[in-house]
Antibody, heavy 120, light 108 residues
Framework: QVQLQESGPGLVKPSQTLSLTCAVS??????????WSWIRQPPGKGLEWVGY???????YYNPSLKSRLSISVDTSRSQFSLRLSSMTAADTAVYYC?????????????WGKGTTVTVS | SYDLTQPPSVSVSPGQTASISCSGD??????ASWYQQKPGQSPALVMY???KRPSGIPERFSGSNSGNTATLTISGTQAMDEADYYC???????????FGGGTKLTVL
């Protein structure tokens, strides 16, 4: 059964770059059928899709974040990473990583527990 | 941009049926997915491809998609179903994944 675990700094200063990593275990990371996604949730608010990446390295980004966002994959370590530059207070959120299934709806069937990022 | 609209809150009595709507243009061209999020937990998939339940999701959860509205229905609602529910779709024209604003389901 796939498991995802986010890691990264809990506190980031304004204008700095956030770097988060999601470690994937359970054996499905190399399966090219899946994609690997980041989603965030500001305090007390709803979910916002950040972007996702395939094992091949192909990426899809939220247009509102695209100019500041980079998602990469490390196949040797079964992990993928997020870099978000020019952080502001509006980027304060719980950041989740998730496994996604494309085709027929493009949904996410496994989620990490999330990591809280505060910009201050 | 493509938007999905959900009611902020829905209330239901235990044992009754709860319906959570998600409206958007041209739903018929898209599949709806639904996530349940309990306080302090990460979201969990409860419905995909409009009306398919992942393994482990009780049969009292069902889904439909018609016209401009997708609906998640919970029959015989239990206290454990109290949570926030989010609908989600993939907009192929912009290659963007969209979430609805979320609905807080209260069982009282």
């Amino acid at each position: 059964q796939v498991q995802l675990q986010e890691s990264g700094p809990g506190l980031v200063k304004p204008s700095q770059t956030l770097s988060l990593t999601c470690a994937v275990s359970g054996g499905s990371f190399s399966n090219t059928y899946y994609y690997w996604s980041w989603i965030r949730q500001p305090p007390g608010k709803g979910l916002e899709w950040v972007g996702y990446i395939y094992y091949s390295g192909r990426t899809y980004y939220n247009p509102s974040l695209k100019s500041r966002l980079s998602i990469s994959v490390d196949t040797s370590r079964s992990q993928f990473s997020l870099r978000l530059s020019s952080m502001t207070a509006a980027d304060t959120a719980v950041y989740y990583c998730a496994r996604g299934i494309p085709n027929s709806g493009n949904y996410m069937d496994a989620w990490g527990k999330g990591t809280t990022v505060t910009v201050s | 941009s493509y938007d999905l609209t959900q009611p902020p809150s829905v209330s239901v009595s235990p044992g009754q049926t709860a319906s959570i709507s998600c409206s958007g243009d041209n739903w018929g061209n898209k599949y709806a997915s639904w996530y349940q999020q309990k306080p302090g937990q990460s979201p969990a998939l409860v419905m995909y491809q409009d009306n398919k339940r992942p393994s482990g999701i009780p049969e009292r959860f069902s889904g439909s998609n018609s016209g401009n509205t997708a609906t998640l229905t919970i029959s015989g609602t239990q206290a454990m179903d109290e949570a926030d529910y989010y609908c989600q779709a993939w907009d192929t024209s912009t290659e963007t994944l969209i979430f609805g604003g979320g609905t807080k389901l209260t069982v009282l």
